[in-house]
Structures are given as structure tokens and as C-alpha cells.
């Protein structure tokens, strides 16, 4: 399968498999077999067979490091990196996501900023390998969302949340939202995006990550010496206002820690 042909692929399957997995995923929740459902069908395609366990975030952007956690803002509890996967099948996991991410680390090599820029070819696909890995932890919100709520006993429909639970979760709310990151994902051209990506290089000595899941994504690999910044809803006039922007919040996010 020719590049080209693995990226129709991806965004065929983001497009009509992606919506009929979400379903499944929400009508198995709500009729309690949701556990069930997350471990035996790959949830970007739905095939039930040749599991894998796809990464969440890339083992080479955290560099196997098995201390290395997150958390969600689901239950604020440290995760790690390592043990943070979703059970996909062998074709989305090696052949589409594991291509994408092998061409996203050969353009991380040849393109030296110094002297070269990415081509508009490069910067979709980066977007691209971007908005897989938002839908991927949208789906590691949704389903630590759902085994919270469904080892706590109850639907949060039917019973009594607190308002902090209550505005954390809607089905609706979660539902389109991880809709529109697969319409994201199953989009072509990025070209009216792309002053939403900022790339610059870093000299940090260990892997940086925040993530707010549907609006913006940070990610420094030290190895490449690069950092990424990208707003996965919002579109800029000039790359200039978008630097601005993303400055600010990892100002903010820094002097939170
Ligand atoms: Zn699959």
C-alpha cells in the first residue's frame, strides 16, 4: 500500500467506521455492556480481529520511559504513558497509524529548520499524526469516563451526579465532540489550518506533553530537538497571532507547575 493509499484508508475509516464505533461505544455503555465492547473490537475500524494494543501517545515521543505519566482530567489520577493503550486491530494499528508516525519521524530528521522547511505535504501530515493523537485520548477520556461512572453503580442519566460530575459529563457533549475530531481526521486538505500548527525546535532534555482534548496539543521530542503547538479547532489569519496565543497558554501551564 502506497502512502497515499494508507492516508485515504485512515480518513475512509474515520468517516464510516469511526461513527458506527462511537455508536456502538455510547449504546453499549448505556446498556451496560460497555467493558465488553472496549475489549474485543478495535475502536477505530470496529474489527474484531488480530487485537492489538495501540499506544496512546507514540512510545518514541515518550521514549519508553516507563515512569513517565499523565493525567486526565477525568479523575486526576497519574497514568502511565507505557500502560496507556487502546485495543485497535493489526491494520489500523501497524499498517495506518504505525506508517503515519514512521513518515512523521523520517520528516523529523530530514528537516533540520535550519536549513529546510516542511513542505505543505509535510504539514498536513503532521496535523494529521496530530488529530490521531487527540482522537486517541479522547477515547482514553471517554472510556475512563465510562468505567468511573460504571464502577460508581450508576447511569449518569438516570442518577444523581453532583454538578462538578454533572458538568464534566454529557453524553452529547462528548459524543460530538469525538465526532469532530473524527471529521478532523477524515479531512483531506488542511491547508486553511495551517497557521494552527507552530514548529520550532527545543533544546528541553526529556519529553514535554499537555493536551486540552479537542482544542490544543503541545509535545516537545528531544530527540528531534522539535516542538509542536497546534489548535485542532481554531483557524488564524497569520502564524504570527497563532504563536501568541500558544505562548500564553504554555506560559500559563508552566507557572501552574
Ligand atoms: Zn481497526
Redesign the pocket.
Known amino acids: 500500500m502506497s502512502f497515499e493509499d494508507t492516508l485515504l484508508r485512515l480518513r475512509l475509516i474515520a468517516r464510516k467506521n469511526g461513527k458506527y464505533v462511537m455508536n456502538k461505544l455510547f449504546n453499549d455503555y448505556l446498556t451496560g455492556h460497555f467493558n465488553k465492547e472496549v475489549n474485543t473490537s478495535?475502536l477505530?475500524?470496529g474489527?474484531e480481529s488480530n487485537l492489538t494494543k495501540e499506544h496512546v501517545l507514540p512510545k518514541w515521543v515518550f521514549e519508553n520511559d516507563s515512569k513517565r505519566t499523565f493525567t486526565t482530567d477525568v479523575n486526576q489520577l497519574p497514568q502511565k504513558y507505557i500502560g496507556t493503550t487502546l485495543p485497535?486491530?493489526a491494520?489500523?494499528n501497524s499498517e495506518i497509524l504505525n506508517t503515519l508516525e514512521k513518515y512523521i519521524q523520517k520528516t523529523l530528521v530530514e528537516v533540520d529548520l535550519k536549513t529546510k522547511y516542511y513542505s505543505s505535504e509535510n504539514w498536513g501530515n503532521i496535523i494529521r499524526w496530530l488529530e490521531t493523537i487527540d482522537f486517541k485520548f479522547q477515547l482514553i477520556d471517554i472510556t475512563t469516563k465510562f468505567r468511573a461512572h460504571k464502577e460508581a453503580g450508576y447511569i449518569p442519566f438516570l442518577a444523581g451526579l453532583s454538578i462538578s460530575e454533572m458538568r464534566d459529563f454529557s453524553i452529547r457533549t462528548i459524543k460530538s465532540k469525538s465526532r469532530l475530531s473524527l471529521k478532523r481526521i477524515s479531512t483531506k486538505d488542511k491547508s486553511k489550518m495551517a497557521n494552527s500548527l507552530i514548529v520550532g525546535t527545543t533544546k528541553i532534555k526529556t519529553f514535554n506533553y499537555f493536551h486540552k482534548s479537542g482544542q490544543f496539543i503541545h509535545i516537545e521530542i528531544p530527540k528531534y530537538n522539535k516542538v509542536f503547538f497546534y489548535f485542532f479547532d481554531r483557524e488564524f489569519k497569520n502564524d504570527e497571532n497563532a504563536k501568541k496565543e500558544a505562548m500564553k497558554i504554555i506560559k500559563s501551564v508552566y507557572e501552574e507547575e
Open positions: 478495535c477505530l475500524c474489527s485497535m486491530c491494520t489500523c
